[in-house]
């Protein structure tokens, strides 16, 4: 182990080292702590160590109250001035904000606040209730902005306050952070002190400056983290902070230092997106104080203070005990956090917190100075011909059926005539690997796409500060203005400090990385580091950084943005009719789909669980090319002669049982179902209907009066038809019943007795697997007994394969087929055109015989040539990729891995369905399957941030349901299945400490510094 280093400052000089190392001064026994507590309090209980950093800290459990207490021992050595300085200070945030839970000093006997011990000062704290924060799994966007505006709160509640012993050298301060550091760096390697050396440059460049006279001073606690944050949890399990422990660091500080930890903290948790983790809580913080614009300028470089004092203090302390795995852990974490600090460049996260922080400046008018200049080509002229801008946004024609993950797209965009070029401002598709973060999208600069090797030359007379084999970074000044021009995918031909003039060639293009040809980025901005892409959530921030590149380009080159989220959003609102309802608390808006893929606006790409009416997956060529083709040649209403009805209806026949070879055409799921019950009206000679409850079959105002429910129709008990009559759902997991097949069937015998007295039973619709509720599969048995049992009583059976048809429960290419029994009407939509609206009727000839000769049919478009050529396309597709097949596969490996995570989780209560029709039934854990519709939603909203759209359905909108299109893959439901697992764990993992938090057990990071 290194020696201890000593860290000289104006306050003396302080043992960094060995302040930063784990508590080895004087211990006080278990005995000699009981005695303690005895005589000076008069408290006798059981004493229990918590472990900790600097001080010994122990959990006291009176005996005859059971009241919990902290009892901490503090090295005399470091003065008394500053525990004095604590105490004052948490009876003034008391006074100021009571709601907020601090750990007061017990008086002793003889009401003092402290006991001199040999060579300790100790002391007795209340105990604070509360799951600390860092028990919690997953903070939502909610729950980081209460983070930040708890240290808002502590803003608020220390100012004004001052004592001596606040001004004193802390580790924790950010003012002497360099100091501190440099105090260690024996404990380090190369690179890490390398890291270091570049996460304080900032800081070392703040404090020697003139900005930091202007940051406001005040008492500040900062050490608002995961272990000194102890909170409860409201009704939808959102933890809501609402105590601060340990001011043992309690110092006189710039007051902007206070937000800067919590913000670390949460880039902490997610330091592969460090900005979107930490605007959240600078969020918080905002909405109950304001910063000051010296201090929002000053607030990353406080971030990168606090990072590199963590990563620093945590790696002396796990030094000092090698045995300690979880500091080596923590430290572990501390460098990742860091290293994400870092990377992000530091003008990028200033503009980003002046944004927020409403010091947002316009858009560079850098474009325009660097149009006065009359740059030199960055190609020849007489190499090339005219450049063209090409669209190759989220939105672009130039991309389908997935071509943009290959590069098929690309090759034809440049030419000998011309040059294509990629545009500026430009959001793009994002990358094709599976990930669980939004990607950078936007795109920074103009692609100019020529050969590789072609030349490549300075605009302006520049020297080069970064070069390497991928792009080389020019720097120039104008006037006052220092500006870089970054061109990348080129390799440069001078290293760094190289002057280069004007017009002098620079690069070659080198071959093409990826997707995109061989092509070189020409960037125009304010800083050397800044990406050649960024997130579209910076767009405002980034572009005043990053200019047009126009100039430097020759040609105009900015994309055109359409509407806004908001905008999109907002307009919906406005027009469209509140009933029509969008997914989600922020809706996201979908542009672009491919396969079981789905794309936002801002090109990040989704896994689709839900989309079962895109069976063959999105954008799939097959019908898309048969629906244009069709549409170029003839599209007419289906009452003249065209090939297209009869070659459709033949290739469903294939799929059906031979007595079910007869078919209607029409144009969606409602009417399907609604003539279907017409049929068997007309058919038998009479009106009433059994259902299934819970069951959903359509919008027609007949349909919908078979809906059971309750999300679609609230108030179906009370207005039930007269000649609508309903059965038990045949539910194994919920139903009375249990898995016993005979009560069900005698529920349906019992309807259709019921419907004796209105003329007798026409007709029993349901679906074969009950999707509504989340493809529960009934009993063996339970859909023939029931159909014998309405044929009993005179009525036809009306398969509802709308959801479930069309080969996705994988066994069979229909869903009655699997459940062993045929019934006389078939009805089938949504998947049948895969998107474009087909609804189709089958049925026994003698019903649509009969049928005919009381009435004749007609529905313009339904069966028209455009949707008969789409479907028999959905047909071919399903054959010829062996769509079913697949269903079974895969469907069976996912079904196999929900249940094994069914078995780990009590969460969930039972998982449904066959194939690619699953449900996962979300319930209380230990509530005896009480259904948990709140704890569905927000798994469905963290499922969203994760890049898997799910959704509840249900009776009580509490089941999962999982029904992809049917090219679902392995590779697709293992990430599905890992980031669910990852949601489960963090939510069991809150449970716990929601579980603590009640029972108010103790945590072991209680008082620790």
């Known amino acids: 182990m290194a020696e201890a280093q000593r860290s000289f400052t104006d306050e003396g000089t302080v043992d960094v080292a060995a302040s930063a190392a784990p508590f080895t001064g004087p211990m006080l026994s278990e005995q000699d702590a009981t005695r303690l507590l005895r005589e000076e309090w008069g408290i006798t209980g059981r004493l229990t160590d918590l472990g900790s950093t600097q001080d010994q800290v122990m959990l006291v459990e009176d005996d005859s109250d059971g009241r919990r207490y902290v009892l901490k021992a503090t090295l005399a050595e470091g003065g008394a001035e500053a525990v004095h300085a604590e105490h004052l200070a948490v009876r003034h945030f008391r006074s100021l904000d009571p709601g907020l839970v601090v750990p007061e000093a017990v008086p002793t006997l003889q009401d003092h606040d402290l006991v001199d011990r040999t060579g300790l000062r100790v002391r007795l704290l209340n105990w604070v209730p509360g799951a600390p924060l860092g028990s919690v799994a997953y903070l939502s966007p909610t729950a980081l902005r209460g983070l930040g505006r708890l240290a808002a709160r502590s803003v608020t509640a220390l100012a004004g306050f001052d004592h001596p012993g606040l001004h004193r050298h802390s580790l924790w301060d950010p003012r002497h952070a360099v100091h501190t550091v440099s105090g260690l760096t024996d404990h380090f390697t190369g690179p890490e002190n390398a890291l270091i050396d570049q996460a304080l440059a900032p800081v070392a460049e703040l404090v020697g400056g003139g900005t930091a006279g202007r940051l406001p001073e005040q008492a500040v606690h900062t050490d608002i983290h995961e272990y000194n944050v102890v909170g409860d949890f409201d009704a939808d399990g959102g933890f809501v902070p609402t105590g601060i422990i340990d001011f043992g660091d309690l110092v006189w500080t710039w007051r902007a230092s206070e937000v800067a930890t919590p913000m670390l903290a949460a880039v902490a948790r997610a330091p592969e997106d460090p900005l979107g983790a930490a605007l959240p809580v600078l969020a918080g913080y905002l909405d109950r104080l304001p910063l000051a614009e010296a201090e929002a300028d000053a607030v990353w470089t406080l971030v990168r203070a606090r990072a590199a004092l963590c990563a620093a203090l945590q790696t002396v302390a796990s030094h000092q005990d090698p045995d300690d795995e979880g500091a080596a852990k923590v430290a572990a974490e501390d460098w990742r956090a860091l290293r994400a600090v870092v990377e992000i460049d530091p003008a990028l996260a200033t503009a980003v917190v002046r944004q927020a922080c409403g010091f947002g400046a316009p858009e560079t008018d850098l474009a325009d100075l660097v149009a006065r200049q009359s740059p030199s080509p960055i190609l020849r002229d007489q190499e090339f011909g005219p450049l063209r801008p090409v669209d190759l946004s989220v939105e672009s024609e130039l991309f389908s059926a997935g071509n943009w993950l290959d590069g098929a797209a690309f090759p034809p965009l440049g030419s000998a005539a011309e040059v294509a070029v990629g545009r500026f401002d430009e959001i793009r598709l994002g990358e094709p690997d599976l990930t669980d973060q939004a990607p950078a999208t936007l795109h920074l600069g103009a692609d100019l796409l020529v050969p590789a090797g072609t030349a490549v030359y300075a605009p302006l007379d520049a020297t080069v500060v970064r070069a390497d084999a991928h792009a080389v970074v020019l720097q120039s000044r104008v006037d006052t203005t220092t500006f870089f021009v ?21 690069a070659l293009v080198a071959p093409s990385a990826g997707p995109l040809p061989s092509h070189v980025h020409v960037q125009l901005g304010l800083s050397p580091d800044l990406p050649g892409y960024g997130r579209v959530r910076d767009r405002a921030a980034l572009l005043t950084l990053c200019a047009d590149p126009s100039p430097l380009v020759g040609t105009p080159t900015r994309a055109e943005h359409a509407e806004a989220v908001e905008r999109v959003h907002e307009r919906r609102a406005k027009y469209v009719a509140g009933a029509q309802s969008t997914y989600y608390e922020t809706p996201v808006q979908m542009v672009r789909g491919w396969r079981h893929w789905l794309y936002d606006s801002a090109g990040r790409r989704y896994l689709d669980l839900i989309n079962n009416v895109a069976v063959v997956g999105h954008s799939h060529p097959a019908p898309t090319s048969a629906a244009a083709r069709q549409m170029a040649l003839l599209n007419t209403n289906s009452r003249f002669l065209y090939d297209a009805m009869g070659e459709y209806a033949e290739r469903l026949a294939d799929t059906l049982p031979e007595e079910l070879h007869t078919f209607f055409f029409v144009n969606s799921g409602s009417e399907a179902v609604d003539l279907a019950v017409q049929l068997a009206r007309v058919y038998t000679g009479r009106r009433s209907v059994v259902v299934i409850e819970g069951a959903y079959h359509g919008w027609t105002s007949d349909v919908f009066a078979l809906d059971t429910l309750p999300h679609d129709r609230p108030r179906w008990r009370e207005e039930l038809d007269e000649h609508v009559h309903v059965a038990e759902t045949p539910d194994p997991y919920r139903g009375r019943h249990g898995a016993r097949v005979e009560p069900y069937l005698e529920s349906v015998r019992r309807a259709c007795a019921e419907a004796g007295p209105g003329g007798g039973v026409a007709a029993f619709v349901a679906e074969p697997l009950l999707g509504s509720q989340g493809g529960i599969v009934p009993p063996p048995g339970y859909l023939a007994g029931a159909y014998a049992a309405v044929r009993e009583a005179g009525g036809v059976c009306i398969a509802d394969e709308i959801q479930v048809g069309m080969g996705r429960t994988g066994s069979a290419f229909w869903a009655f087929e699997g459940q062993g029994a045929t019934p006389d009407i078939v009805v089938a939509a949504k998947a049948t055109g895969n998107g474009h609206p087909i609804g189709v009727v089958a049925c026994r000839p003698e019903i649509a015989a009969e049928f005919g000769r009381r009435a004749g ?35 069976t490996h996912l079904g196999a891995e929900l249940n094994a995570l069914a078995a780990r989780f009590p969460e969930i209560g039972a998982v449904y369905g066959e194939g690619f029709y699953r449900g996962v039934d979300i319930v209380e854990p230990g509530a005896d399957k009480k259904p948990a519709p709140a704890a569905a939603t927000q798994i469905c909203e963290r499922m969203l941030e994760l890049g898997v759209v799910i959704q509840p359905t249900g009776v009580e909108l509490n089941v999962l349901k999982i029904k992809p299109p049917l090219c679902f893959d392995n590779a697709a439901a293992d990430y599905f299945l890992a980031q669910f697992t990852r949601v489960l764990e963090e939510r069991a993992q809150s449970r716990m400490a929601m579980t603590r938090s009640v029972h108010r057990h103790p945590t072991t990071t209680q008082g620790c510094p």
């Open 486 to 506: 970054r061109l990348a995918g080129v390799a440069s031909h001078f290293p760094v400090g190289h002057t280069v003039r004007r017009g002098a060639e620079v």
């Open 857 to 891: 049919f007609f529905s313009s478009t339904g069966g028209g040539p455009v949707s008969c050529r789409v479907g028999t396309a959905v047909l071919d597709v399903l054959r010829d990729e062996r769509l079913p097949e697949n269903a079974r596969t895969v469907g």
